[in-house]
C-alpha cells in the first residue's frame, strides 16, 4: 500500500513538472509570435540569449563553486592530523574520538554524493535567481562609449561610471554572494561532522578542514580588497557631505579608508593562505582583528573627527571647490549647462492691441483640463461604454492659423458595459474599440459657458480643415484587456441613433490564429478556454493583446522609463497616433544631485516613441543623439531605434517637451540658479515654485504650455514654462521655459526679473483676487444659489515687456457635474478685473479699441484711458470709479502706498469726469 502511495505521488510530481515546464514554453512561445507580429521579434531574441547565456553562466559558475567545494569537505571527513607535542593522555582522549560516527558514516555514504549534487544545484540556482534584468549591465558593457567628460577625482571619462561600474559592482556581488554561501554551508557541514576537538581542540592549529575554510576565507578578504576599489569610486556619489558627491571629508578621510582597508585586506588574505603551511592560527586571529580595528576607526570615527574638528570650524573655505564641483556637475546632468540665461525688463507699458500680441492673445488657455474632462464627459461621452481618461495640450494650424487647443481621446472601456451585456462575445469579439476624439480651442468658449468644439460627435464632424481618415482607437490608455478581431462576428464600429454601424479590423499586426495548436496555446496563456470553444474564431482571426499603449512599449524596451502622460495627435494623413516621451537615466553621475528616491541624477529625453492608434505599430526615434546611454541600446537592439528625421513630419510638428523633464529640470534649477559657491553655500537666493489656487485649495504651480512670441524673436512658438518667487518673498524673480517648435526644440531659456523691480507673484494675484470686492460678492452670490466655484489655474503670461495674469472661474451646480466657464480674471500692474469673456477682461484692463478687438490693429490705447467731461456715459464712469476703489483697498492691505496714492488721485479725477457728464445730462 505504502509503495502504491509513493508511485503515485512520485506520478503526481512528475506531472506538475511536466505542466510547469509546459506552461513556461507555452509562453515563451506566444510571446515570441506577439513580438514577431509586431516586426520586433529580433528584440525578443536578443533578450532571451542574453538572459539565457547569463543564467547559464551564473548557474555553472554556482554549481561548480558549491560541487568542489563539497567535493573537497566530503573527501575530508574523518580526516584529521595528529598532534605530534600532545601527552599521553591527550593521544587516549583522542583515540577515543575515533571511535564511529553515524553522521560521518552518512556522509561518507552513498546519499552523500546525490545529497551534495542538491546542494550544488540548489547554489547554482540561488545565483542564477540574481541575474533578472542584469543581462542589460552586461550588454551595456559590451557596447560601452565614451562621454568625453573626466570625472574631477580619479580622471576617469564618465563612460566609466556609467557603463563599467555597474559591471564590476554586479560581478562583484555575484563572486561575493557565491564565496560567502558556499562557506557557510562547508562550514555548517564541518561543525556536524566535528567532534569534542570543536570545543577542546587546539585552534591554534591548523586542520584540513581548518585549510579548507582558510582557502575560502583569503579569497573573500582578496576579493573585498577589490570590493574597496569599487567603493572608492562611490564617493563622488556620496550623499553624506554639504553638497551630493565628494567633499572634503570624503576625500581626505573616506577615501584614505578605502585605500587602506584595501592594502589590509589583502595582507590578511595573503597570511591566511601561508598560514595553510606555517600553521600560526594566531597570525590569522591578529590579521583580521586588525581590519576589524581599522575598519572602525577609519572608516567611521576618523571621518567623524575629520567632519568636526577639521572641516566645521572653516566649513565654506574648505568645501568650496566641492560645491563648485557640484554646481558645475549637476547643471550638466541635467541638461542646465545649456539654457540661455537673459534679463527680462519690465515697463507695463502693455500695448495689448499690437498685431504681435494677437497669436499669445487668441490661445490663452481658459480651460483646464480637469473641469474640461468633466465637460467632455457630459457633452460627447454619448455612450456609457466610451470614456476619456486624459485631456491634453497641443497645436495645430488649423485654417492657417497657429492655434493651441484641447485633445481627448473617445476609448472604450468594457467595465462600463451593462451588467448584462458583459458576454464573452461583446468583450472579446464585439466591442473591440474606442473611436475618435474631440478637439477644442483652448480660448474660445459657447453658450452656456461650454467649450466650442473644432472636432466633435460619433461620426466625427468638423468646423475647420481638421480631419480624421480612421478614427477607431484599437489600442490607447484604458484599453487593458485583449481582444480578438476578423471573427465571424462582426465588430461594433459606433452607435448611429438607435442602430449601431459594424466594421472588420483592416490591419494585420495581430497575432495569427492560423492552427488549432496556437488556439490551444493562447486558450492556456490567456487563461480563457472559450476561445478554444468559440465556432466564431477560425484561422484568420487575429489576437490584439498588449493594448495598453505604455505596457506595450514597455515590452520591446523594458530599460526605458517613460512619461506619465502620452497624448494622441491626428497625423497630416487623417491616422491617429499616440506619441509618448521616454527616458534614460544613471545614478551614476559624480557630483550632481539626485531627483527621486532611486538617487538617479541624470536624466534625457532620450527618445520619442509614437503608436499607431489602429494597428498599434511602435516606431522609437532617437531625439538625443548625444546621449551616451541611449547610443548603448541603439548599438544593443540596432532594429529599433531610428534617427528623428525619419518622423514623419506630420508627427514631428506634434513633438512636445515633456511636463515630467522639465518639471525635474524645474525643480533643479531652483537651487541651481546659484553659480556663485558663496551664495549656494549659504542658501541666499533659493528659488520656490510659486503657490495658486485651483478650485479651491492651494497648491503648487505646474508647468504650462502656451504659445507666444518670445523676446527677440520674429514668430509666435509653442512653448512650456514655469515662473519661480524667492523663498522669503511672493513675488517673481523669474521665468525658465523649454522651447518645442522646429530646430530649437528642447532648448531651455530662464529669463530673470530685475532685482530692483517688484514683480507680483502667483500668490500676491491670488491674494489680491480674494480681496477684490467686486469677485468676492459675485463668488458669494453664486455660493448662495446653489453652485460651487471652480477655479482654474493662473496663467502668468509674458507679455512685450509686461507681465498678463489670467484665470478662468467655472461654475458648477451642486445638482448637477457640468462644469460652466463663467468668469475671467484678469490682472495687470495693480488692477485686477472679472469678466464673462476674455475680451471684456482685457477691454476693462485696456480701455475699449473702437476699431477693433485686443490683438487686431496697430491703434495704441492709452493704459487708462482719458474721458473728457461730458465724454462716456454715467455707468461706464461708475464702474471706473469702482474699479480704482477697489484697486486702492487692495494697496492699502498690500502696504503699497504708492499704488494706494495714485488710484485715489485716479479716483479724483474720475469723479470730476463724472460730476461733469452728470452736469451736461
Known sequence: MEQRMNGSTIRLIIFIIILGVLSLFTGLYSEWLWFESVNYGSVFTTIMLNKIALYAALFTFGFLLFYINLQITRKNMGIREKDETADEVREVIYLDQERPSPWRDFMQGAYAKWIFLGISLFGGLILSSVAGDFW???????????????????????????????????????????LILVTITVGVIYALNASSDLLFGNWRQFTVAKSHIAILVALIFGLKAWGYVLSSYGILFSPEGIVFGATYTDMYARLLSYRVLMVISIIVAVLIFINIFVKKFNLVLISIGVWILVAIVLGGVYPTVIQSFIVQPNEFNKERPYIERAIEYTRAAYGLNN??????????????????????????????????????????????????????????????????????????????????????????????????????????????????????????????????????????????????????????????????????????????????????AFSWVLKDYKMMLSNQVTNDSQILMNRNIVDRVKMVAPYLGYDSDPYIV??????????????????????????????????????????????????????????????????????????????????????????????????????????DPYVFYNKEDPWLIPMEVVEDKSQAMEPYYIIMRLPGEEEAEYILMMPFTPKSRPNMVGWMCARMDGDNYGKLLVYNFPKQETIYGPEQIESRINQNTVIAQQLSLWDQRGSRVYRGNLLVIPMGKSILYVEPMY????????????????????????????????VALFGKDSEAEPGDTDQIPDDTPNVSPGSGSVSELARQARQYYDQAQESLVAGDWNAYGNNLEKLKETLAQLEATAGVE
Do not use: C
Open 339 to 520: 539654457a540661455e540665461i537673459q534679463q527680462f525688463d519690465v515697463d507695463n507699458q502693455l500695448d495689448i492691441y499690437d498685431p504681435d500680441h494677437k497669436s499669445t492673445i487668441d490661445n490663452i488657455r481658459l480651460w483646464d483640463w480637469q473641469p474640461l474632462m468633466t465637460t467632455y464627459k457630459n457633452l460627447q461621452q454619448l455612450r456609457p461604454y466610451y470614456v476619456f481618461d486624459d485631456v491634453d495640450v497641443d497645436r495645430y494650424v488649423i485654417d492657417g492659423n497657429y492655434r493651441q487647443v484641447m485633445v481627448s481621446a473617445r476609448e472604450i472601456d468594457q467595465a462600463e458595459l451593462p451588467e448584462q451585456a458583459k458576454t464573452w462575445i461583446n468583450q472579446r469579439l464585439m466591442y473591440t474599440h474606442g473611436y475618435g476624439l474631440v478637439v477644442s480651442p483652448v480660448t474660445e468658449v459657447a453658450e452656456e459657458g461650454f467649450p466650442e468644439f473644432f472636432v466633435k460627435d460619433i461620426p466625427p464632424r468638423f468646423s475647420t480643415d481638421l480631419t480624421m481618415e480612421r478614427p477607431e482607437i484599437y489600442f490607447g490608455e484604458v484599453t487593458n484587456n485583449y481582444v480578438i478581431v476578423n471573427t465571424l462576428q462582426k465588430e461594433f464600429d459606433y452607435p448611429m441613433g438607435e442602430q449601431n454601424v459594424y466594421a472588420t479590423y483592416e490591419g494585420d499586426n495581430g497575432i495569427k490564429v492560423k492552427s488549432i495548436f496556437r488556439k490551444l
Open 570 to 675: 491626428i497625423n497630416d494623413d487623417g491616422k491617429l497616433y499616440w506619441i509618448m516621451d521616454a527616458y534614460t537615466y544613471t545614478n551614476k553621475y559624480p557630483y550632481s544631485e539626485p531627483f527621486d528616491s532611486a538617487r538617479n541624477n541624470y536624466i534625457r529625453n532620450s527618445v520619442k516613441v509614437t503608436i499607431d492608434a489602429y494597428t498599434g505599430d511602435m516606431m522609437f526615434y532617437i531625439a538625443d543623439e548625444n546621449d551616451p546611454i541611449i547610443k548603448t541600446y541603439a548599438a544593443i537592439f540596432p532594429n529599433i531605434y531610428k534617427p528623428i528625421s525619419q518622423m514623419p513630419e506630420g508627427l514631428k510638428s506634434h513633438v512636445r517637451y515633456p511636463v515630467d523633464m522639465f518639471m525635474i529640470q524645474a525643480n533643479t534649477y531652483r537651487t541651481f540658479h546659484m553659480s
Open 811 to 842: 461654475l458648477q451646480a451642486d445638482s448637477s457635474k457640468l462644469p460652466e466657464l463663467k468668469r475671467v480674471i484678469a490682472g495687470f500692474g495693480n488692477k485686477t478685473v472679472m469678466e464673462p469673456t476674455l475680451e471684456e477682461a482685457l
Open 136 to 178: 542589460i549591465v552586461i550588454q551595456q558593457y559590451i557596447n560601452r562609449v565614451s562621454v568625453g567628460t573626466l570625472d574631477p577625482v580619479f580622471a576617469k571619462d564618465l563612460g566609466f561610471y556609467f557603463f563599467n561600474l555597474n559591471f564590476y559592482q554586479f560581478i562583484y556581488s555575484t563572486v561575493m554572494t557565491g
